[in-house]
């Protein structure tokens, strides 16, 4: 057992914090780590206090108003074969702070039963807030049990708040249903950079729809992804405009082996000044960029991955 | 050093073979600039493939340092030290300019000595070293980083496939100063350079004529040049190739 903080944890799920989280220790700031469907450790400070839900699985986050430079880690880590879990997470976010809030999932499935955490986020946004959401996904395990991650995410924005989030699954989740949908009023602004790979028999569906309802919104949301082995990817993206707005959403796909993907962008314009864009683009690694790699010593499969990692950083 | 013996190349194209490259013997020796030239469509771009490995020979044999490398792979021959520019060079999506220097010198070189290799090719280093090479780089700023990857490969044969192509003229005499630079660090390695620039001819040992995938003329630069000049093999730096008369 390895001591953490106050708690001990195993090297398992140590070696999970790491991946979603990067935690080698206990982090700065306020955090909650939950390990095997309860609560392992909690911290709240002077300006964000972190509370159970009394009505139901999770927690409810406060942050005060102008709350600067202070970051949350709230990561979860499961390790028993057979564990579904349904956590609602709420964050209410206070005017003109400037937070950066890391989540982040790891299961690690070396039994015959499938584990599936369902994760649903809520943020509350308040006006000119600041906030960097990092979400990262992560599985192992040599068990036949599924590793499922289902995260919703629902984002509501107030005037001239902005958030950026990014998103990561890079490796070992067999099955994700993912669905993020935001609320943007007026001069608020959305980012999303997510980051997908698949591999073996995975699937992995994530679907966004945004809608921009005040004058001067506006969302960019661009998703790489890499379909190798047998797997299957659907990218979902719907930006709707309700008023003078501009949205951005771009689909940058690599298929390998026998990877399928479906990419759906979908644009809504509402109002006349509402200026809307999609991009699409799903292929295998060009030939020539293999090749120029080769000349500078590295064999095929190496190249692969230099190009799938630069295309994934 | 590199030998090629009798080597011929066809490509199967509209249900008939055609030859590219017809038994071209020829033997580039270490410490040499040599400029391999003659007029478009004549079989240069695709001599250096072979030579890199990009292409194989349908006959003939490639020898390097005496090791037959005819049908070694092109990472195997990187390894024995080529080292090729393209004509066109390849973008990445995510690969940082600085990603791929260091996959070139194939150690974990430092941002200092990383962005050197920059400012050997004319780019201010700080403005480039973690851009990505993706289509917002333009033609020219896409050669020069080709050529600073070969620069930090540091090969014992380095090729340049029309390194001028996409340059514009202040870049060019830049261009001109990075291989002038080279020759003169020469030591035991050789260069090779795909071009019908007479400035970069100017600055060859040797200089190697191609038409019709023949070699039709091989020897010094004092020698071949002059017969060149006003031919599509040697056009001015201001003048383009269809501008030229063929020779």
Known sequence: ?313 | MLELRNITFDVHDDGQDKEIIRDVSLTLPDRKLIVVTGPNGGGKSTLARLIAGIETPTSGQILLNGEDITHMSITDRAKKGIGFAFQQPVRFKGLQVLDLIRLAAGKHLTVVDACAYLSKVGLCARDYINREVNSSLSGGELKRIEIATVLAKAPSLAIFDEPEAGIDLWSFQNLIDVFQRLREHIQDSSILIISHQERILNIADEIIVLRDGHLVRKGSKDEILPELIGTSAAIPTCRGPEESEAM
């Open chain 1, 1 to 313: 057992m390895i001591q953490f903080g106050n708690i001990q944890i195993d090297e398992i799920q140590m070696r999970l914090l790491e991946e979603v989280a990067d935690l080698h220790s206990v982090p700065e700031g306020a955090f909650n780590i939950r390990s095997n469907g309860k609560s392992a450790a909690r911290f709240s400070t002077a300006n964000i206090e972190i509370e159970p839900k009394e009505d139901a699985s999770g927690i409810n986050v406060h942050i005060k108003p102008g709350t600067k430079n202070e970051s949350v880690h709230i990561p979860v880590v499961m390790t028993q074969s057979g564990l579904t879990e349904l956590v609602y997470n709420d964050f209410y976010i206070g005017e003109g702070c400037d937070v950066t809030i890391v989540a982040g999932c790891g299961i690690d499935n070396c039994g015959p039963k499938d584990s599936e955490h369902d994760g649903i986020h809520r943020f509350y946004v308040g006006k000119g807030a600041k906030i960097r959401y990092v979400e990262k996904h992560y599985g192992s395990g040599t068990g036949t049990g599924k590793r499922i991650l289902n995260p919703g995410t629902e984002v509501y924005m107030e005037e001239n708040s902005t958030m950026e989030m990014e998103m990561v699954q890079i490796k070992g989740v067999d099955d994700t249903d993912r669905t993020t949908t935001a609320e943007l009023a007026a001069g608020a602004r959305l980012v999303v950079r997510e980051r997908l790979m698949t591999h073996d028999k995975q699937r992995a569906t994530s679907t966004y729809v945004v809608n921009l309802n005040g004058e001067g919104a506006t969302a960019d949301v661009v998703s790489r992804s890499v379909a190798r082995d047998d797997s299957y990817q659907k990218f979902d993206a719907k930006i709707i405009g309700n008023a003078p707005c501009s949205g951005h959403t771009e689909c940058d796909s690599i298929i390998m082996d026998n990877g399928r993907i479906l990419a759906v962008p979908g644009l809504e314009a509402n109002d006349v000044d509402a200026a809307l864009v999609h991009e699409a683009a799903i292929g295998k690694i060009a030939g020539d960029q293999i090749i120029k790699l080769m000349t500078l010593g590295l064999t095929e499969q190496e190249a692969e991955e230099q190009i799938i990692n630069g295309f994934l950083k």
